[in-house]
T-cell receptor, first 110, second 111 residues
Framework: QKEVEQDPGPLSVPEGAIVSLNCTYS??????FMWYRQYSRKGPELLMY????GNKEDGRFTAQVDKSSKYISLFIRDSQPSDSATYLCAMTVGDYKLSFGAGTTVTVRA | ETGVTQTPRHLVMGMTNKKSLKCEQHLGHNAMYWYKQSAKKPLELMFV???????ENNSVPSRFSPECPNSSHLFLHLHTLQPEDSALYLC??????????FGSGTRLTVV
């Protein structure tokens, strides 16, 4: 069993739709949860991070963590073509080592 | 380019060549990392340097050899690579566990 599972997609949505991304994990010791966005031919950039369970909102982006289900989600409201990228979830127990999902490729059609 | 700079951006090398990847961070971070990114697979942690000391070597073959001469620079020396080593090699730096800043990567092709 992989430590972090993420559906690779691809996911294609029309402009303005809500994009829903998620990851599941097996290590109950994970405490910090992150979402990275990676554009083509670029390195990943940190989009959002959350600590423990709960929701966090930043503009059009909402990150949710459900530790009881070992499930995290990222929602993108009012999606734009500029949101087309690969989204990577990542998590850590609290040290330097991050465990990543394989990434979900999202295309927002104009 | 600010943040984390990687050179070269693209590299094609034969299996008998020796080459080096370079990473430089301008953020004052105290930890640097090498990751391998292959298609449809999670990022694989290769090496971690904290305060210029290697703290992790994640079962990486000896044909990959890291070097961290100071807190701002990180190298990955490559020799006698295999075609399956073709991938995007990403350098990152951090000051805390969720503050990774990645470079744009080196796209390596082994022929």
């Amino acid at each position: 069993q992989k430590e972090v599972e993420q559906d690779p997609g691809p996911l294609s949505v029309p402009e303005g739709a809500i994009v829903s991304l998620n990851c599941t994990y097996s290590n109950s010791a994970f405490q910090y949860f992150m979402w990275y966005r990676q554009y083509s031919r670029k390195g990943p950039e940190l989009l959002m991070y959350t600590y423990s369970s709960g929701n966090k909102e930043d503009g059009r982006f909402t990150a949710q963590v459900d530790k009881s289900s070992k499930y995290i989600s990222l929602f993108i409201r009012d999606s734009q073509p500029s949101d087309s990228a690969t989204y990577l979830c990542a998590m850590t127990v609290g040290d330097y080592k991050l465990s990543f999902g394989a990434g979900t490729t999202v295309t927002v059609r104009a | 380019e600010t943040g984390v700079t990687q050179t070269p951006r693209h590299l094609v090398m034969g299996m008998t060549n020796k080459k080096s990847l370079k990473c430089e961070q301008h953020l004052g971070h105290n930890a640097m990392y090498w990751y391998k990114q292959s298609a449809k697979k999670p990022l694989e942690l290769m090496f971690v340097y904290s305060l210029e000391e290697r703290v992790e070597n994640n079962s990486v073959p000896s044909r990959f050899s890291p070097e961290c001469p100071n807190s701002s620079h990180l190298f990955l020396h490559l020799h006698t690579l295999q075609p399956e080593d073709s991938a995007l090699y990403l350098c990152a730096s951090s000051q805390d566990m969720y503050g990774y800043t990645f470079g744009s990567g080196t796209r390596l092709t082994v022929v």
